[in-house]
T-cell receptor, first 115, second 111 residues
Framework: NAGVTQTPKFQVLKTGQSMTLQCAQDMNHEYMSWYRQDPGMGLRLIHYSVGAGITDQGEVPNGYNVSRSTTEDFPLRLLSAAPSQTSVYFC??????????????FGSGTRLTVV | GQQLNQSPQSMFIQEGEDVSMNCTSSSIFNTWLWYKQDPGEGPVLLIALYKAGELTSNGRLTAQFGITRKDSFLNISASIPSDVGIYFCAGNSNSGYALNFGKGTSLLVTP
């Protein structure tokens, strides 16, 4: 059981480049979300999805797009990378009924640097 | 999201000492959760609290859901080197799906 798999683990981008951070889970979880972690800022919610075809914005959605075409995958797209998007990105998933009772499973993160 | 204030920001202690950290919210929470993040990994759930006043233990860890529903604390007894990491509080204030996280407490334990 792989859990939540994030790729790549590390990425360096030039300002203005685009890329997609991949997230896949094999637990048939309905709920998936993306967080970014910055020093001294904790984890901030970017986007989330409660099921295939349904997405919504979190606290810091600007500069990021998401889609949820399947239950398993929830990619995060940066259309035009900016240095302010340098961060560690975490994907998390959960059964829909267990999110607020601690049912999150986190991936191991993608460390992104924009130069 | 709801503002969560977590303190202290960092702690540097000796092995065997007890540790206490807390989290406060500007609004009432229905659920309080405590996570630990090891270096280079994602957060892992330690303890979940669902009722005001609830006190729950997980080995050397004890956490409580404050009576006012606006705060929670986590205690670690007899710390060991593997307790090193960042501890996050998180909570949910409504029926939505999103969790709000504190900024974390970085714990360093010296042998």
């Amino acid at each position: 059981n792989a859990g939540v798999t994030q790729t790549p683990k590390f990425q360096v981008l030039k300002t203005g480049q685009s890329m997609t951070l991949q997230c896949a889970q094999d637990m048939n979880h309905e709920y998936m979300s993306w967080y970014r972690q910055d020093p001294g800022m904790g984890l901030r919610l970017i986007h989330y999805s409660v099921g295939a075809g349904i997405t919504d914005q979190g606290e810091v959605p600007n500069g990021y797009n998401v889609s949820r075409s399947t239950t398993e995958d929830f990619p995060l797209r940066l259309l035009s990378a900016a240095p302010s998007q340098t961060s560690v990105y975490f994907c998390a998933s959960s059964r829909a009924g267990t999110v607020v009772i601690g049912g999150y499973t986190f991936g191991s993160g993608t460390r992104l640097t924009v130069v | 999201g709801q503002q969560l204030n977590q303190s202290p920001q960092s702690m540097f202690i000796q092995e065997g000492e007890d540790v206490s950290m807390n989290c406060t919210s500007s609004s009432i929470f229905n659920t309080w959760l405590w996570y630990k993040q090891d270096p280079g990994e994602g957060p892992v759930l330690l303890i979940a609290l669902y009722k005001a006043g609830e006190l729950t233990s997980n080995g050397r860890l004890t956490a409580q859901f404050g009576i006012t529903r606006k705060d929670s604390f986590l205690n670690i007894s007899a710390s060991i080197p593997s307790d090193v990491g960042i501890y996050f509080c998180a909570g949910n204030s409504n029926s939505g799906y999103a969790l709000n996280f504190g900024k974390g407490t970085s714990l360093l334990v010296t042998p």
